[in-house]
Nanobody, 119 residues
Framework: QVQLAESGGGSVQAGGSLRLSCASS?????MGWFRQAPGNERVGVAS???????NYADSVKGRFTISKDKAKKTLYLQMNNLKPDDTAIYYC????????????????WGQGTQVTVSS
């Protein structure tokens, strides 16, 4: 069982930046960030593999960066040039097997952290 805990959410104006953190009990999994806006399905934002290969949703490419610190067992999501459409609850997740950005491929989830971007 992998335990995950997100932090770093908050409210910012458009164009601002936030860095989300996810403390994990185990970092040697495929890890990902997802988000869910009110009334919408949960969607993948970014993922990172064991060797650091990353994948991003088109909507965040060039603005968001996923990274991990193995020693600290922490996953990060640096979010720059935030837009109101980025407003959502952000979740980190871990997958036991191959996975990219599909939520169904992930097995362990944090409780989420709210990100609100105002125009």
């Amino acid at each position: 069982q992998v335990q995950l805990a997100e932090s770093g959410g908050g409210s910012v104006q458009a164009g601002g930046s936030l860095r989300l953190s996810c403390a994990s009990s185990e970092i040697n999994y495929r890890m990902g960030w997802f988000r869910q806006a009110p009334g919408n399905e949960r969607v993948g934002v970014a993922s990172i593999g064991f060797f650091g290969v990353t994948n991003y949703a088109d909507s965040v490419k060039g603005r968001f960066t996923i990274s991990k610190d193995k020693a600290k067992k922490t996953l990060y999501l640096q979010m720059n040039n935030l837009k109101p459409d980025d407003t959502a609850i952000y979740y980190c997740a871990a997958a036991r097997g191959p996975a990219e950005l599909a939520p169904k491929d992930y097995h362990y989830w944090g409780q989420g952290t709210q990100v609100t971007v105002s125009s």
